[in-house]
C-alpha cells in the first residue's frame, strides 16, 4: 500500500513531557514536510527536508526537533511538551510536479 | 511571499445548488495552484492541480493570472461534499502554503 504512514495517531501526554512522532512513505519522494493544525483548523508547514537535509525551518520552538534518517523517514521529536503543543501533526511528502501527500495525523494532546 | 486567502470560513448551501469556494493567492513568481479536501477527522486530500486541468469528483478550478485567483467550482453540490477545502500555493521553494480554509455544508 503505497502512502505516508505516522504513528501514533493519537498521543495523550502530560505537560513536560517529551514524546516522538514517527513517519514514513514508501512513495520514492525526495522531499518530506511537518505540518501542524492548531484548533482552528489552520494549517502550517513546521520542517520540510530534502534528500535528509533541512531546507524549511519555520519559526518553531527549539524543542522541536526533526531528524530524518533516510530519505524515506522524517521524525519529530519533542521535548519538554506544553499545553499550546496541543493540535494535529501531519507528515507529507512531495515530489514536483506533483502536489505534496499527507498522512492521516497524530492528534496530540497536552493536558 | 507566498500568501493564500480564502475569504470564506464557512460557506453553506444546498443540495443540487451550484457552489465556488474561493482562492486568492500573492506570488510574485509563476505559482503552482492545488485545492485540498480535508473530510472529518481524516488526512487532507489533493483534490486538483492548476497544471493537470483536470475534473475530480465534478470540481473544477481555474487558474486566472490577471486576478491571481483558483476559485474551485461545482455545478451541483452533493452532502457528501460537505468538508474542510484548503487552497494552497507552491512557489520556488518546496514550500506549500495553505490558505485558513473554508468548511463547506452542503443540506440536504
Known amino acids: 500500500d503505497t502512502a505516508v504512514s505516522q504513528t501514533p495517531k493519537y498521543l495523550v501526554t502530560q505537560m513536560g513531557n517529551d514524546k516522538s512522532i514517527k513517519c514514513e512513505q514508501n512513495l520514492g519522494h525526495d522531499t518530506m514536510y511537518w505540518y501542524k493544525q492548531d484548533s482552528k483548523k489552520f494549517l502550517k508547514i513546521m520542517f520540510s527536508y530534502n534528500n535528509k537535509e533541512l531546507i524549511i525551518n519555520e519559526t518553531v520552538p527549539n524543542r522541536f526537533s526533526p531528524k530524518s534518517p533516510d530519505k524515506a523517514h522524517l521524525n519529530l521529536h519533542i521535548n519538554s511538551l506544553e499545553l499550546g503543543d496541543s493540535a494535529v501533526y501531519f507528515c507529507?511528502?512531495?515530489?514536483?510536479?506533483?502536489?505534496?501527500?499527507f498522512g492521516p495525523g497524530t492528534r496530540l494532546t497536552v493536558l | 511571499a507566498q500568501r493564500v486567502t480564502q475569504p470564506e470560513k464557512l460557506l453553506s448551501v444546498f443540495k443540487g445548488a451550484p457552489v465556488e469556494l474561493k482562492c486568492n493567492y500573492s506570488y510574485s513568481g509563476s505559482p503552482e495552484l492545488f485545492w485540498y479536501v480535508q473530510y472529518s477527522r481524516q488526512r487532507l486530500q489533493l483534490l486538483l492541480r492548476?497544471?493537470s486541468r483536470e475534473s475530480i469528483k465534478g470540481f473544477t478550478a481555474d487558474l486566472n493570472k490577471g486576478e491571481t485567483s483558483f476559485h474551485l467550482k461545482k455545478p451541483f453540490a452533493q452532502e457528501e461534499d460537505s468538508a474542510m477545502y484548503y487552497c494552497?500555493?507552491?512557489?520556488?521553494?518546496?514550500?506549500?502554503?495553505f490558505g485558513k480554509g473554508t468548511k463547506l455544508t452542503v443540506n440536504p
Open positions: 492548476h497544471i
Open positions: 507529507a511528502s512531495s515530489q514536483p510536479p506533483l502536489g505534496v501527500f
Open positions: 494552497a500555493l507552491r512557489g520556488g521553494s518546496e514550500k506549500l502554503v
